[in-house]
């Protein structure tokens, strides 16, 4: 058995990060290494930490690349791997049960996450001063198999329409894998039910201006070879990859950012961990202003309101999501299959009990 590389170490400001077996293969197409993945993100660190910046988040670790079994992380755990840095924040699931969760404070807390095994990273679309309150409605653009790439296009391009017409700006990215997100920066001032019942009214409004070729429908059998809306990814405790996050696909892509002028001829195999460092050098980051506006969903909630008396009331909510005593009547699932899909969790807990941390 060949004996592991010496460790590496980086400095991050002002701290030093430990990378365990540097030369660790993590994508065997290329031989891109664990040291390889570190090294990417610090390239596009300005972006990679606008994303995550002061979030709680979801540690999805590969300890043996994208060729072995990954497994969801919710809780850091204590002792002496865990640096005295590291910031945390006390996240609530649905369930009422709770997780002190990584947050993103800097560069060095996302290396520190790399050097754990992790890929892409998965933000709450909170802020840790206000857990209960998203600054972040986000798009979830889904398309069934089969669903031409051109089709995610022309409803990414409707999705910035409908915003225009309620007031909104938002700011595309591709997911990294076969879709693409839009996410849009709101005023913390909306629930998770609030702010998820904004994403279904803009989802069916998409869906009206695209029926042939976008759907709502949150049960897979009513979907059809069209591009899902993903409205549930606003839902508490569901998180989305966050900008600059490099994805477990083929050539090792990444959820990038881009211009609205991109969209029409963006190719997601074209933005890799090995193309990114050179364009973010060149053109910086496409989402650079996101955080410049906070903007009201008073005209999506206006919406909501005309889709209810419409008789378009709620829709499914994800599995495993019992109703809080504050809550609103639900769309109870009506479907046989509830089972929660294989790459969600369940609240809070760890598959595989979190292996020891520093061990990828």
């Known amino acids: 058995m060949a004996k592991a590389a010496p460790a590496a170490e980086l400095e991050i400001d002002g701290r030093t990060v430990r990378i365990s077996n540097p030369d660790k293969v993590f994508f065997p197409e290329g031989a891109i290494t664990k040291l390889d993945l570190a090294r990417y993100y610090v390239s596009v660190g300005a972006g990679v930490v606008r994303g995550v910046y002061e979030r709680p988040m979801t540690m999805k670790r590969y300890p043996n690349g994208v060729t072995g079994e990954f497994f969801y992380q919710k809780r850091v755990a204590s002792g002496p791997a865990r640096p005295e840095w590291l910031q945390t924040a006390v996240v609530h699931f649905p369930s009422g049960r709770s997780a002190e969760e990584l947050v993103g404070a800097d560069l060095a807390h996302v290396i520190w996450a790399v ?151 963006v190719r997601p195999e074209d933005l890799t961990v090995v193309t990114m460092p050179a364009r973010f050098a060149a053109i910086g980051d496409p989402a650079a202003s996101i955080d410049d506006r906070y903007q009201s969903l008073e005209s999506l909630l206006e919406q909501v309101r005309r889709d209810e008396a419409g008789g378009e009331g709620d829709a499914p909510w994800p599995p495993s999501f019992p109703k809080a005593a504050t809550e609103p009547a639900r769309v109870q699932p009506s479907r046989a299959a509830r089972s929660r899909p294989p790459e969600e969790p369940a609240d809070g807990v760890d598959r595989a009990g979190g292996a020891a941390e520093g061990s990828a």
């Open 115 to 265: 050097n754990l095994g992790c890929l892409d990273l998965n933000p709450w679309p909170v802020r840790r001063r206000d857990l209960d309150r998203p600054d972040e409605l986000r798009v979830d653009l889904d398309p069934q198999p089969g669903v031409a790439w051109g089709d995610v296009i022309a409803v990414t391009l409707c999705v910035r329409e409908v915003l225009a017409d309620f007031g909104l700006v938002g700011y595309p990215k591709t997911s990294g894998s076969r879709g693409m997100h839009v996410n849009v920066r709101i005023e913390p001032r909306w629930g998770f039910t609030e702010v998820r019942r904004c994403a279904l009214a803009l989802a069916r409004e998409v869906e009206r201006r695209l029926p042939d070729i976008a759907t709502s429908k949150w049960w897979k059998e009513e979907r059809g070879d069209k591009v899902f809306i993903d409205y549930n990814q606003n839902a508490r405790d569901r998180t989305v990859a966050s900008a600059y996050s490099v994805r477990a696909v083929a050539g090792a892509r990444v959820s990038a950012p881009v211009h609205w002028s991109e969209v029409p001829d």
